[in-house]
């Protein structure tokens, strides 16, 4: 689904649409070695799909980005330059109510400087304009930047830590948006 352009509280974030030709080659490039492999390890992707992408996998990932009508997607840009990714789930899924939002910064240089947080707060906003009341997300229990990072800016645990299909153990979160 196209989205509309934001600007982040912070003046050095902006969320900008996806662009197939800049943004699939910034994907085979956050994805690729060991780096990479932790990256997807963190964000709760099970071994046997822990792969680096090609730029045919990532030119479909953005494409989709683009199409979809069940997420949202944005590129996260720092100083004009693209480091991650924010989208957000508009449909329930097995594990957690919708609207759910999820993060990855890509840019493993980039982590630690606010852009997350600042990136969150902006589609918060924009959710709570749209008429939603609840925000929605989840983290790998051993993912404690991702657990720091919501709970930092008002993310509360939902229920209890679970186990998905291939034995990942998860927390669900939310936050009233008010």
């Not at 996806?18 to 994805?31: E, I, M, N």
């Not at 990855?104 to 969150?120: T, V, Y």
Request: glycine share 8%.
């Amino acid at each position: 689904m196209k989205v509309t352009p934001i600007q982040t509280d912070n003046p050095k974030v902006d969320l900008v649409q996806p662009d197939v030709d800049r943004d699939s080659v910034l994907g085979v490039q956050w994805l690729h070695g060991n780096v990479g492999h932790e990256t997807l390890r963190l964000m709760g992707v099970s071994e046997s799909y822990n792969k680096p992408s090609t730029l045919g996998d990532e030119r479909e990932r953005v494409h989709n980005f683009i199409t979809r009508d069940d997420q949202l997607n944005w590129m996260i840009a720092y100083e004009n330059q693209v480091v991650g990714v924010i989208w957000v789930d508009l449909e329930v899924s097995e594990h957690l109510p919708s609207p759910a939002v999820h993060i990855m910064i890509g840019n493993p240089e980039f982590r630690g400087k606010g852009i997350g947080s600042a990136s969150i707060m902006a589609v918060i906003e924009y959710l709570k304009k749209s008429g939603e009341k609840m925000v929605y997300s989840r983290h790998l229990i051993e993912n404690v930047g991702s657990l720091h990072l919501l709970h930092s800016i008002g993310f509360e645990d939902l229920g209890g830590p679970y186990s998905d299909k291939d034995g990942l153990n998860w927390q669900n979160v939310s936050r009233k948006l008010q």
